[in-house]
């Protein structure tokens, strides 16, 4: 049974930083590429970042490129994701999700296993 487990939420000012960890289980983890999401109340999920399993390749949204980075532990098989120079617009339960194949999508089709998520909240 595939299980993620996100931690490393809280409550920050505008400007400050968090780091976001995701503890995955039940999957050879390095075989595959992994993703963070986001959604805010009444909004849709949002890709944040992707990191490829493969070559390393990132890729970030448009809205937490040059603020937001993605990486892994393959030995610990964790994926983290170092979110700085944060906007109240940031604000959201953001989500780990484990790829189906080695790329990572920018699509939530692209991922079948999730974490339960955890919140983000920066003040201004």
Known sequence: ???????????????????????????????????????APGKEREFVAGLSSNIGRTDYGD??????????????????????????????VYYCAIARAKWASMSVQGYDYWGQGTQVTVSS
């Open 63 to 92: 809205s937490v490129k040059g603020r937001f980075t993605i990486s892994r532990d393959n030995a610990k098989n964790t994926v983290y994701l170092q979110m700085d120079s944060l906007k109240p617009e940031d604000t959201a």
């Open 1 to 39: 049974q595939v299980q993620l487990v996100e931690s490393g939420g809280g409550l920050v000012q505008a400007g400050g930083s968090l780091r976001l960890s995701c503890a995955a289980s039940g999957r050879r983890f390095s075989s595959y590429a992994m993703g963070w999401f986001r959604q």
